[in-house]
């Protein structure tokens, strides 16, 4: 239970996940980036060629907004669908070298960003903060699986 001149836990993530994001999201702005499609090129520069859902997955997006994404970005000519030849009904996504070079420019800049979001904090209260949230994150997970089994 929270201490009565605490603020909740779960509130102040949310919070500061929200102004994380609406940071971030100025920082992608002049490059004409979401952080979707940023995180979108990210994963593609690793791992190009992966799958409409395979990449959803990797970024926690589901396939009606995967495939709103994938449009701009290819409206941007920074990505491209190609046929699997494994599978017809499904498509292989590639960065073009437009996007390669954008996101190659803007990676620098949102590393940046990131620096000056974690400054202060040490290498230890980094460790613990991801500790804590994977703690959360699983049990989040569990409540929801006990949830989906109560509602069949």
Known sequence: MNQPDQKPLGRMIYFMAQDIKNLAEK?????????EQFQ?????????????????LAINKNPANMTRILDRLEAKSLTIRQQDPADRRAYLIFLTDK?????????????????????????????TTRNVLERMAAN?????AIMKNDLK
Request: aromatic share 4%.
């Open 27 to 35: 920082v992608l702005a002049p490059y004409d980036l979401t952080l």
């Open 40 to 56: 979108t090129l990210k994963v593609l520069s690793k791992t190009s060629g992966m799958t409409q859902r395979q990449l959803g």
């Open 140 to 144: 989040v997970e569990r409540i929801a």
């Open 99 to 127: 996007g390669s070079a954008l996101r190659d420019m803007v990676v620098v800049v949102f590393d940046r960003f990131s620096a000056n979001v974690h400054e202060g904090l040490t290498r230890e209260m980094k460790q």
